[in-house]
């Protein structure tokens, strides 16, 4: 994790986060979107995995004990992560969608904080224009919440990797690195 980010769940202008918003407020395509989102989401859990114990946290709501609360207490850094899965815990679920929630509820937490920037724009004339993207997007996002979470439930203690990209999104990516690089000029 670079020096300069923060794996705080309220702090939505996160850099992680912030091409994203940029995607959304700019209007562009929902591949896009959601390519970006993905990669946040990967490279959020990948951080997320090394500092708190995902697999007692998930073994923990899953069986709501009353252990997870200990759990969470202790975990000192991406704390507002553990209390996702404090949030998530129920008795009659399963692991996997339990970790699906969680995932889902940190996507929803900076989409939510988008709004902000968002409305009004060009594209984006009120809260409710963008809400109803927000649902179109949301079937969208279901397979890659799904994936992530799977992954992280199959391997709780291995941080996911990332989904490899596309040659264009990679050209892409070189592309906007290349403008902010003092060699590419």
């Known amino acids: 994790m670079a020096e300069n980010e923060t794996l705080d769940l309220k702090h939505v202008n996160s850099a992680r986060w912030r091409k994203l918003r940029q995607l959304i407020t700019d209007g562009e395509t929902d591949e896009k979107i959601l390519t970006e989102a993905e990669q946040c989401l990967y490279r959020t859990f990948k951080n997320v995995c090394k500092l708190i114990p995902v697999d007692r946290l998930l073994s923990a709501a899953a069986g709501q004990n009353g252990e997870i609360y200990d759990i969470v207490k202790g975990c000192r850094m991406a704390r507002d992560y553990a209390q996702l899965f404090e949030r998530e815990a129920n008795q009659g679920l399963d692991r996997q969608p339990i970790m699906e929630n969680v995932v889902r509820a940190t996507l929803d937490n900076f989409l939510d904080g988008t709004e902000i920037e968002a409305v009004p724009s060009q594209r984006w004339r009120s809260f409710s224009a963008l809400n109803q993207f927000y649902r179109g ?49």
Not at 154 to 180: F, G
């Open 137 to 185: 997007l949301n079937q969208l996002f279901d397979e890659t919440i799904h994936k992530l979470a799977q992954k992280i439930v199959q391997h709780p203690d291995k941080p996911p990797s990332l989904p490899p990209l596309s040659k264009e999104a990679k050209e892409e990516r070189r592309r906007e690195l290349n403008k902010m690089s003092l060699l590419g000029r």
